[in-house]
Protein backbone atom coordinates (compact mmCIF):
# COMPACT_ATOMS: atom_id res chain seq x y z
CA UNK A 1 0.00 0.00 0.00
CA UNK A 2 1.18 3.54 -0.74
CA UNK A 3 1.33 6.31 1.25
CA UNK A 4 -1.62 8.33 -0.85
CA UNK A 5 -3.90 5.46 0.28
CA UNK A 6 -2.71 5.08 3.46
CA UNK A 7 -3.51 8.64 4.41
CA UNK A 8 -7.04 8.44 2.86
CA UNK A 9 -7.74 5.41 4.97
CA UNK A 10 -6.58 6.88 7.88
CA UNK A 11 -8.78 10.03 6.88
CA UNK A 12 -11.53 7.85 6.98
CA UNK A 13 -11.03 6.15 10.31
CA UNK A 14 -10.24 8.53 12.10
CA UNK A 15 -10.96 12.34 10.37
CA UNK A 16 -7.87 13.46 10.53
CA UNK A 17 -4.35 12.78 9.39
CA UNK A 18 -2.48 14.06 12.07
CA UNK A 19 -0.21 11.38 13.82
CA UNK A 20 -2.16 9.96 16.66
CA UNK A 21 -0.93 8.72 20.11
CA UNK A 22 -0.01 5.41 19.99
CA UNK A 23 -1.89 2.69 22.76
CA UNK A 24 0.65 2.09 25.86
CA UNK A 25 0.71 3.08 29.36
CA UNK A 26 -0.37 6.10 30.27
CA UNK A 27 2.22 9.21 31.30
CA UNK A 28 2.76 9.06 35.39
CA UNK A 29 3.70 12.84 34.82
CA UNK A 30 1.19 15.21 33.65
CA UNK A 31 2.03 18.17 31.41
CA UNK A 32 1.55 20.37 34.37
CA UNK A 33 3.81 18.34 36.20
CA UNK A 34 5.99 18.28 33.69
CA UNK A 35 6.39 21.84 33.26
CA UNK A 36 6.58 22.37 37.03
CA UNK A 37 10.01 19.95 37.17
CA UNK A 38 11.48 22.19 34.02
CA UNK A 39 10.50 25.52 36.19
CA UNK A 40 12.13 24.24 39.18
CA UNK A 41 15.82 23.35 37.08
CA UNK A 42 15.26 26.83 34.93
CA UNK A 43 15.64 28.29 38.61
CA UNK A 44 17.96 26.65 40.28
CA UNK A 45 19.88 24.38 37.43
CA UNK A 46 21.90 22.42 40.33
CA UNK A 47 18.63 20.75 42.14
CA UNK A 48 19.40 17.27 42.37
CA UNK A 49 17.03 14.26 41.31
CA UNK A 50 15.92 13.23 44.62
CA UNK A 51 14.94 17.32 45.36
CA UNK A 52 12.87 17.16 42.11
CA UNK A 53 11.40 14.35 43.33
CA UNK A 54 10.15 15.77 46.39
CA UNK A 55 8.48 18.11 44.82
CA UNK A 56 6.69 15.85 42.65
CA UNK A 57 5.65 14.26 45.76
CA UNK A 58 4.38 17.55 47.25
CA UNK A 59 2.32 18.32 44.21
CA UNK A 60 0.53 14.77 44.98
CA UNK A 61 2.49 13.29 41.82
CA UNK A 62 5.06 10.75 43.32
CA UNK A 63 7.15 9.47 40.77
CA UNK A 64 10.58 7.62 40.28
CA UNK A 65 14.04 9.43 39.66
CA UNK A 66 14.17 7.37 36.08
CA UNK A 67 11.12 8.89 35.57
CA UNK A 68 11.74 12.67 36.37
CA UNK A 69 14.86 11.76 34.35
CA UNK A 70 13.30 11.14 31.60
CA UNK A 71 10.62 13.79 31.91
CA UNK A 72 13.31 16.04 31.23
CA UNK A 73 15.10 14.05 29.08
CA UNK A 74 12.21 14.99 26.77
CA UNK A 75 12.01 18.76 27.33
CA UNK A 76 15.64 19.09 26.54
CA UNK A 77 17.62 19.29 30.04
CA UNK A 78 20.40 16.53 30.54
CA UNK A 79 22.62 16.31 33.48
CA UNK A 80 26.35 17.25 32.74
CA UNK A 81 29.24 18.33 34.84
CA UNK A 82 29.91 21.14 35.79
CA UNK A 83 32.90 23.18 34.55
CA UNK A 84 35.04 25.16 37.04
CA UNK A 85 35.65 29.18 36.38
CA UNK A 86 36.99 31.67 37.89
CA UNK A 87 34.46 33.66 40.18
CA UNK A 88 33.68 36.93 38.50
CA UNK A 89 31.84 40.11 39.90
CA UNK A 90 30.26 42.67 37.74
CA UNK A 91 33.24 45.02 39.17
CA UNK A 92 35.86 42.33 37.88
CA UNK A 93 33.58 42.03 34.28
CA UNK A 94 33.57 45.68 33.85
CA UNK A 95 37.12 46.24 34.93
CA UNK A 96 38.60 43.81 32.36
CA UNK A 97 36.36 44.96 29.49
CA UNK A 98 37.59 48.50 30.17
CA UNK A 99 41.32 47.25 30.33
CA UNK A 100 40.70 45.72 26.93
CA UNK A 101 39.21 48.49 25.47
CA UNK A 102 42.23 50.77 26.58
CA UNK A 103 44.30 48.50 25.83
CA UNK A 104 42.58 47.24 22.56
CA UNK A 105 45.52 48.85 19.99
CA UNK A 106 48.49 48.40 22.17
CA UNK A 107 51.31 46.03 20.54
CA UNK A 108 52.80 43.23 22.70
CA UNK A 109 55.42 43.74 24.75
CA UNK A 110 56.61 40.79 25.42
CA UNK A 111 60.02 39.63 23.59
CA UNK A 112 62.16 36.24 23.29
CA UNK A 113 65.85 36.87 22.13
CA UNK A 114 66.92 33.33 20.44
CA UNK A 115 70.67 33.36 19.57
CA UNK A 116 70.16 30.74 16.89
CA UNK A 117 66.77 29.66 15.28
CA UNK A 118 63.52 29.60 16.71
CA UNK A 119 62.43 26.66 19.83
CA UNK A 120 59.05 26.43 18.42
CA UNK A 121 56.80 25.87 15.21
CA UNK A 122 56.94 27.41 12.21
CA UNK A 123 54.16 27.18 9.90
CA UNK A 124 54.78 28.02 6.05
CA UNK A 125 52.77 28.51 3.25
CA UNK A 126 53.99 25.96 0.56
CA UNK A 127 52.63 23.76 -2.48
CA UNK A 128 52.66 20.24 -2.25
CA UNK A 129 56.06 18.21 -3.19
CA UNK A 130 58.19 21.22 -2.19
CA UNK A 131 58.43 20.40 1.58
CA UNK A 132 62.55 20.24 1.54
CA UNK A 133 62.95 23.60 -0.43
CA UNK A 134 65.18 26.04 1.14
CA UNK A 135 62.27 28.33 1.38
CA UNK A 136 60.29 26.28 3.17
CA UNK A 137 62.96 24.83 5.70
CA UNK A 138 64.24 25.79 8.98
CA UNK A 139 68.34 25.56 9.23
CA UNK A 140 69.65 24.04 12.55
CA UNK A 141 72.85 23.75 13.87
CA UNK A 142 74.21 21.23 15.88
CA UNK A 143 75.20 22.19 19.68
CA UNK A 144 73.59 25.56 18.36
CA UNK A 145 74.77 28.59 20.62
CA UNK A 146 73.98 27.47 23.61
CA UNK A 147 71.84 29.40 26.13
CA UNK A 148 73.23 32.74 28.55
CA UNK A 149 71.82 33.18 32.14
CA UNK A 150 72.07 36.66 33.18
CA UNK A 151 70.89 37.80 37.16
CA UNK A 152 69.39 40.90 37.95
CA UNK A 153 67.33 42.34 41.29
CA UNK A 154 65.30 45.51 41.82
CA UNK A 155 63.85 46.96 44.73
CA UNK A 156 62.29 49.96 46.09
CA UNK A 157 65.75 51.95 46.09
CA UNK A 158 66.41 50.84 42.45
CA UNK A 159 67.74 48.52 40.07
CA UNK A 160 70.84 46.61 40.63
CA UNK A 161 73.46 45.37 38.34
CA UNK A 162 72.93 42.51 35.46
CA UNK A 163 75.86 39.86 36.39
CA UNK A 164 76.06 37.16 33.62
CA UNK A 165 76.20 33.75 34.86
CA UNK A 166 78.66 31.15 34.28
CA UNK A 167 77.64 27.44 34.69
CA UNK A 168 74.81 26.34 36.63
CA UNK A 169 73.29 28.56 39.09
CA UNK A 170 73.43 27.11 42.76
CA UNK A 171 73.39 28.03 46.42
CA UNK A 172 77.01 28.56 46.42
CA UNK A 173 76.77 31.78 43.94
Not at 68 to 88: D, E, N
Request: proline letters at 5%; a positive charge.
Amino acid sequence: MNTVASIIRKWKKSGTSRILPRAGRPAKLSDRGRRVLVAEVTKNPMVTLTELQRVSVERGEPSRRTTISAALHQSGLYGRVARWKPLLSKRHMTACLEFVKRHLKDSPTKTKVELFGLNGKCHVWMKPGTTHHLANTIPTVKHGGGRIMLWGCFSAAGTGRLVRIEGKMNAAM
